[in-house]
Structures are given as C-alpha cells and as structure tokens.
C-alpha cells in the first residue's frame, strides 16, 4: 500500500519584483508539523541592472528559515540585525508578537550579475510562544550537522532527527533534512522520522511504491514511520515535519496566528505602522487590499 497520502505541485507565486515556486500552504494540507509556508526561490539570474529587494514588511507568529542554494541576501530587521545570509548558512528569525524585516541583494552585488536560488520557510510557534519576544540566530554553513551514510550525503538544517540536533533554536519537535544522491540509492528513514512528514524533491527524482516523482514535486507521507524511497543518482531531497499542534494555524500574508482576532490586530497595526522599524528603511510594503476584508 501507498505511503503518499498527498503530492502537490510547485505553484508560480508572485512576491513583489520576484516570482517563486510556492509549496506550503496548500488547499488540500495547509501545515505539516508546524511547517506552515515553504517558498521555492529561483533559481533566477539577476542582471546587473536588477535585484532582489523585499521591503520592510511583519511577521507574527512565527520563525522564518532562510536557506540559500546560490546567491546571497542581506537580512535587516527591527532588532537591529544587520547580517548577509550565503548558501548553506541559515538564517532563523523569531516574529513571537511581532517583528519588522527586510530582504535585499548586498550592497557590494548590486551591481553585478549574480544568480539567487533557494528556500524560505515558516515555521509556526506553539500557542504559548505566539507572543514571544523577537529575535535573530545566523547559523554558519559548517555548524550545521552533516555526514555520509549508505552512499548518500545528510545535513540536518533544523530540529531533530538521526540522534543528532542541529544548532537552529526551534521552539517545537520537528526536523528538516537535506538528503542527496550522486547513485541511485535506497532510502529507509522512517524509523527517525515522527509526527507529520512531507518529501520535497529539489532536483532528481525518486521512486516510491513504483511511482516515479519529479523534481517541483512534495509528497505528503501517510505515516511518517513508513517513509521508505529509492532516489535516482544526482537527486536533491528534502524532508521536513514533525508534531502537529492541537490547534488549527490561521494565515494571511505574513501573519501566523491560532487566533483570527490577533491576526485583525495585525493588520490594523501595520496599516497603522505602529509595527517596530528597521533602522535605516524609509520603505515598506503595504498591506495588499484584497485581505484587508478579511473576517
């Protein structure tokens, strides 16, 4: 019998000056643990006339996870940070009641040509962290957990998994692996897996119960204990999930939040912009009209 419950196929998202592959939510699986958004970004290829900038906008109720495949992205927020993320680093920032932050191609690339490629996820708190105090951790590319086993290469970006933790603070049992290939390989990992469990296929492509899937494909596990694949040679994979939380996670552009009425509030108070500031932004995005009539 089949272990994938769901596969749902990368969708084209619109971001500002930059389109993305959007994965997570979904109409049919809006979190898997406490995974609750996953953007796809590139891999694009930036003239030295364009560049990636995202403006100052909030968050609450969440942990951002920037991933970098290709490229690099200097990160601000209302904190104070100031910090350039590069591929294999991850940057983790935690929103809790409300945190200010923009993205933005360094200064010393503006203007050269560069590519920028890789993954930013949401990542829900616990309700009783959902007013938390922000705050920023950068972790380097070589503190992040990584090892050989039969064949293939692992890296534990976040959580928990394999008896080993990586050093990203989260605030909630979950994991998120990268799993790579360069020969064909079969894969049996369920034993370390928990909770809700979902497969994002990068590039390759895998084989599971005689199906073949694709890259820009994510496969929702049945049971995250059966998690059992064969991966084609030269494949990229990521896993990610962990516990569900007992109460259902409301979205609405950057807002996270197990209560509809905190999500008003925040809405009202970035209309009103009594959100914190990012020194040295004068920018902002707006909230997009379509949600302001939300109920």
């Known amino acids: ?40 970004m590139g891999p694009t290829y930036l003239t030295e006339s364009e560049n990636f900038d995202v403006a100052p906008h909030p968050h609450i109720g969440l942990s951002t996870l920037t991933y970098l495949f290709e490229g690099s992205i200097m990160h601000k927020d209302s904190l104070g940070t100031e910090m350039e993320i590069k591929p294999g680093a991850v940057n983790w920032m935690t929103a809790g009641k409300g945190i200010v932050h923009s993205e933005r191609t360094p200064q010393y690339l503006r203007d050269l040509e560069k590519m920028l490629h890789g993954l930013q996820i949401w990542v829900a708190l616990p309700k009783e962290l959902e007013e938390m105090e922000p705050s920023f951790t950068h972790i380097e590319k070589d503190d992040i957990p990584h090892w050989e086993q039969n064949g293939l290469s692992f890296k534990l970006i976040a959580g928990e998994a394999f008896g080993r933790k990586s050093p990203v603070p989260v605030y909630s049992p979950l994991y998120f692996l990268e799993i790579k290939s360069t020969s064909a390989q079969k894969v049996t990992i369920g ?105």
């Open 1 to 40: 019998m089949s272990n994938v419950q769901l596969i749902i196929e990368e969708r084209a998202a619109d971001i500002g000056n930059f389109m993305v592959g959007r994965l997570l939510p979904f109409k049919e699986k809006r979190t898997v643990g406490p995974f609750a958004f996953i953007d796809h």
């Open 191 to 295: 034993a370390d897996l928990f909770g809700e469990s979902a497969l994002y296929i990068l590039e390759g492509s895998i084989k599971s119960d005689e199906n073949v899937f694709e890259s820009k494909q994510i496969l929702i596990a049945k049971d995250s204990k059966l998690c059992e694949f064969e991966m084609a040679e030269n494949t990229t994979v990521y896993i990610f999930g962990g516990e569900a939380f007992p109460e259902e996670r409301f979205i609405f552009w950057n807002f996270v939040s197990s209560s509809k009425e905190r999500i008003e509030k925040a809405k009202t108070d970035w209309e009103n912009q009594t959100f914190p500031k990012v020194p040295g932004e004068t920018e902002f995005v707006p909230l997009p009209p379509a949600l302001k009539n939300f109920k």
